[in-house]
């Protein structure tokens, strides 16, 4: 298959390519950002300051860069893929020199209009990094041992970047998005069974290596994973947060205290209240039917950019958007479950609701590719 | 491997995909069910008994200096005893052991013990208060036999300079039920149990510039209100300190001038208008409002015919007298209604239709010029050229003066005064202005109301001939107001210096009204106006039969005595007021008074002695050589 194929498919104007743009996509994003807008102004006590209104800017410059993203033809962020790579590879080692510190953790660079968390970016560059090598590899060797080893590596070296600096949820969202592009691309079921073995050992030995010399985590991150296992063993010191957030998230009932009522987020029980724990608020505000409602519109997201990329015949774009896809549901799926007591609180953001510059603008590109994804797709004859 | 069968793996790849996040997806929201539906009643409990509680910290009030800056509003450590409940197996016991150690009144013990029984086991029910740093070492030391006993410090406020500023200066006190109404929550402060906020004077006026902002601790507790763990505090922004312009050595001069007599001094500063003193006579002590005042002390205060607590520079009006002829003439001057050369005719009375209007002069000045109309404040003129010019002008020229509105003071009950003219009158009494009110507006009389800070600006105004506005908070938290720039008052320099001139003739001239009052250093020279007024009204039977004087009348009946003056004549710096309520001649009260003051405004704590006229220096050493009054007597933690 080359690409003269497809090319008879392909929109060639500006205005043919916004006639093929993922509007219904767009129409949910913006849902999902206007309960962040709503979110943060209650949670700043009815202010628009100091959260909401520094959103609203954000989220609408990020859209702004979504449509220039999507009307670049996917064939040069195909070719950009590799550059991306290296480039975020070179900023995350360049926090690690000069980074600012940032609760207790090295993950910033300051480009002085938005704080770049290269974690973040990484996470993008890695999904089209892996998306472009099985697009070039022969389909046939996708599941040779040697031929896992690239990708294997591509994976690796962020993420041991990530983990040093440290940020394990990151490291751990970097690997599963690297994972589900592999898997898509067709890497044998065998292989990932033996590394699901593998990751079990791998948590086996990082538990292990507590309190000893080489201890692979922080201190506060076993701290994390054990108050996340019994989280009643300390409710008033590291379990805190999550005990806080559980009330919160459960005394919403049904159809929640209401708008600006809630007394949990509000009164400073969650110290990340605008930020990781905004989902609680929500909970806590409008309810089950409030947090149904969200989960729903995530789901759409979810499902819209699945649709598109199995009705992608270029192998690029599908892959990359099944990768990008996957990464925004491992954002929200762990932030959610994490404030629900079902994971260990590691610090991910609730995408395109939490407040935070660096994760919009980094989720506003990876729409901005499933958009350009979409828009330059050939379309498959099924 | 065809594209076709590779398209329809990665289609199957990606629909295993979709199930598993769908899968997920589906955890998730069985798992807010069973957070929201299932064990929500579980956690709405939880959240209510699982709070955190802010509690404030009241942040350190902004102090008050004099213009020296020497202290005269202060924060000083305030010790406090409380009993914990839980902490004690007997309370009573332990609160009889506390008061063997410290003195604790028999209702405070009574009233400590009710608290006790009443209130949760956990909260400190405060016992005394305002303890010596003695007392309170002792309680420390004690401790062990204790148990139960907190000890707690405090800031409260302290006024070091007792009752010398305690008009300008005011004082705080515990918010009331009233202020706490008022404010309908919207001040969480109020809520702290003893906070204090002011309540009259420069505190009360200034509040929120002294008051600062609180700052918050944040606890959780649980359902009892028990404190289980501080999360954070953040401290409070302590209040700006404010410079006051009052010289403190010129207040305490004042003070101690008046001190058996109700009066008021103000000295103005003509250049930036800076009240250096503002005395109110008697005056009382502010520190006896911090730490409580019994009923009886307060009652006294009340019925004091001086009127301690009234502040009265800014609040006392009074008939300005003859001080208020600068004001008549000027606007007959500028009116065009007199000729400065004009000579009027005065026989000690003046015939409007059937009635007589009298000078205070029973034989008459003869023919006098404006000049002397002032120097010797002759009636007849005023009567005479107030006729002619009509109310009017001059209330319009009094306005001018600065007179009928309230100078912009931060002092509460700063009062404007009264300029009547006709439109007032006829919505006042309902009755049509007659010509003989305006005759005693002519005299300052009647009507006319004026306080003591109006008239030192008034004379300001002539001294100057700019509008000079009284100010009296010089710097916030140590950074200087902008001095104020006055527009000029746009009344003639030639007719000015005419009025200036008969004030000059007051104090100087052979028969000015004033003059033992003079300065008598070269340069120096004062010059003022006397003023007499009238508190009751002389019959004509009385007349006929010899006006009673005033020495030999209730003190109440007197006349009030008054002074306006300012000096150096040629280059005038400050201004000076005097008002003796029921003095007797404003040239024997006041003039004294005011002349003694502008001394020490002038030449500083010790005016050269020559500079006294020569009858009055034996006064003055004999004065110097009493030891000065001892100082007001401190409350009790002063000891500490």
């Known amino acids: 298959m080359t690409f003269r194929d497809l090319d008879r498919d392909e929109p060639a104007t500006l205005g043919a390519k916004l006639l093929r743009f993922n509007w219904a996509l767009l129409l949910l994003v913006t849902a999902v950002a206007c309960v962040g807008f709503l979110m943060l102004y209650s949670v700043a006590g009815g202010r628009l300051e100091p959260w909401s209104a520094r959103q609203m800017v954000r989220f609408a410059m990020g859209v702004a860069l979504m449509m220039a993203i999507a009307m670049i033809h996917v064939r040069f962020w195909r070719a950009m893929a590799p550059l991306a790579y290296l480039g975020g590879l070179a900023l995350l080692a360049a926090v690690e020199l000069f980074g600012s510190v940032g609760m207790g953790a090295q993950r910033w660079i300051d480009l002085g209009f938005v704080q770049l968390q290269p974690s973040e970016a990484m996470k993008i560059a890695l999904v089209m990094a892996l998306a472009r090598y099985y697009d070039w590899l022969d389909r046939d060797k996708v599941s040779r041992p040697l031929w896992l080893l690239p990708p294997l590596a591509m994976i690796a070296l962020p993420m041991a970047l990530v983990l040093k600096q440290p940020d394990l949820g990151t490291a751990l969202l970097l690997g599963a998005g690297g994972a589900v592009v592999m898997f898509l691309a067709g890497v044998s079921w065998w292989y990932f069974i033996a590394a699901a073995a593998a990751g079990a050992g791998a948590v086996a030995a990082v538990m292990a290596s507590r309190g000893t010399e080489w201890q692979l985590l922080k201190d506060y991150q076993y701290r994390r994973i054990e108050v996340f296992l019994d989280p009643s063993s300390d409710p008033l010191g590291a379990g805190y947060h999550i005990t806080q957030s559980k009330i919160a998230f459960g005394s919403g009932g049904l159809t929640g205290r209401g708008f600006m009522q809630g007394t949990q987020a509000r009164l400073n029980f969650l110290p990340e209240k605008h930020t990781d724990f905004i989902f609680t608020t929500l909970a806590e505000e409008f309810g089950h039917v409030g947090s149904l409602a969200l989960l729903g519109l995530y789901a759409l997201i979810v499902l819209f950019c699945t649709a598109s990329m199995l009705s992608n015949r270029d192998r690029f774009g599908a892959l990359m958007t099944g990768g990008l896809t996957a990464t925004f549901f491992f954002f929200f799926a762990v932030n959610m479950a994490m404030v629900m007591g079902l994971a260990p609180v590691v610090g991910v953001p609730l995408p395109l609701v939490s407040y935070g510059g660096s994760a919009m603008l980094v989720l506003m590109i990876a729409f901005g590719l499933i958009q350009s994804a979409h828009v330059h797709r050939p379309r498959r004859g099924l | ?640």
């Open chain 2, 1 to 640: 491997m065809s594209a076709r069968r590779d398209a329809g793996a990665l289609t199957r790849r990606g629909l295993v995909l979709l199930g598993a996040q769908g899968a997920l997806m589906g955890v998730l929201a069985l798992r807010m069910r069973q957070l929201q539906i299932a064990d929500a009643e579980r956690f709405r409990l939880m959240a209510e008994e699982n709070r955190v509680n802010i509690r404030l910290i009241p942040p350190a009030r902004g102090r008050i200096f004099d213009r020296e800056g020497r202290p005269l509003a202060v924060n000083r450590q305030n010790y406090r005893v409380a009993i914990v409940r839980e902490g004690t197996d007997d309370p009573e016991e332990t609160l009889a052991r506390l008061a063997r150690l410290i003195d604790i009144p028999p209702r405070a013990r009574e009233k400590a013990l009710r608290e006790l029984r009443a209130k949760p086991a956990f909260v400190p029910v405060a016992v005394a208060e305002h303890l010596t740093w003695e007392e309170f070492a002792r309680v420390n030391a004690n401790a062990p036999a204790l148990p139960g006993v907190e000890v707690e410090a405090g800031l409260t406020r302290f006024y070091p300079q007792g009752e010398l500023t305690a008009h300008v200066v005011g004082y705080v006190g515990r918010v009331s039920e009233r202020e706490l109404k008022e404010d309908g929550g919207r001040t969480p402060l109020y809520q702290i149990p003893d906070f204090q906020i002011g309540k009259s004077g420069v505190e009360l006026k200034a509040e929120e510039i002294l008051r600062g902002e609180a700052g918050v601790s944040r606890i959780e507790v649980n359902a009892l209100g028990r404190v289980i763990r501080e999360f954070e505090r953040e401290e409070g922004k302590p209040g700006d300190d404010l410079q006051l312009t009052v010289d403190l050595e010129l207040q305490r001069y004042a003070m101690e001038r008046m001190k058996d007599e109700s009066a008021a001094a103000c000295v103005l500063d003509l250049t930036t208008g800076d009240v250096a003193a503002l005395a109110s006579a008697p005056g009382f002590d502010p520190n006896k409002f911090v730490f409580g005042i019994s009923s009886k002390e307060w009652k006294a205060l009340l019925d004091d015919p001086h009127r301690p607590l009234s502040n009265k520079t800014v609040s006392g009006q009074y008939p300005p007298g003859s001080t208020f002829k600068m004001v008549v003439a000027l606007a007959a001057l500028e009116a065009g209604a007199l000729d400065p050369a004009e000579r009027v005719f005065c026989n000690g009375r003046y015939k409007l239709g059937t009635s007589w209007f009298h000078c205070w002069r029973r034989g008459g000045h003869g023919h006098v010029d404006l000049h002397q109309s002032l120097a010797q404040s002759c009636d007849v003129f005023y009567y005479e050229i107030a006729r002619r010019v009509g109310v009017e002008a001059i209330a319009d020229m009094a306005r001018r003066l600065g007179l009928g509105q309230a100078p912009p003071l931060p002092l509460p009950a700063v009062r404007s005064g009264l300029i009547p003219d006709k439109a007032w009158k006829r919505r006042a009494h309902k009755r049509a202005w007659q010509i003989g009110d305006t005759l005693n507006a002519g005299i300052g009389q009647g009507y006319v109301l004026a306080t003591p800070i109006q008239l030192a600006v008034m004379t300001a105004r002539i001294a100057t001939g700019r509008q000079v506005t009284p100010r009296l908070v010089r710097a916030r938290a140590g950074l200087p107001l902008p001095a104020p720039e006055f527009a000029p008052l746009g009344v003639s320099a030639a007719h000015l210096a005419l009025v200036r001139g008969g004030m000059f003739g007051v104090v100087n001239d052979a028969r000015g009204t004033a003059r033992k009052a003079r300065i008598a250093q070269e340069g120096m020279e004062m010059a003022g106006k006397t003023g007499t007024s009238q508190v009751r009204r002389i019959t004509a039977a009385e007349r006929a039969a010899g006006v009673i004087r005033n020495a030999d009348l209730p003190w109440e009946r007197r006349d009030h005595a008054l002074f306006v003056c300012f000096a150096p004549y040629r280059a005038p710096r400050y201004a000076v007021s005097v008002v003796v309520e029921h003095g007797g001649g404003g040239s024997t009260a006041a003039a004294p008074i005011a002349r003694d003051l502008m001394m020490r405004a002038l030449f500083g704590p010790e005016p050269p002695i020559t500079a006294y006229p020569p009858d009055e220096r034996r006064r003055i050493e004999e004065e110097r050589l009493r030891p000065p009054a001892p100082r007001p007597e401190r409350p009790q933690s002063d000891r500490a």
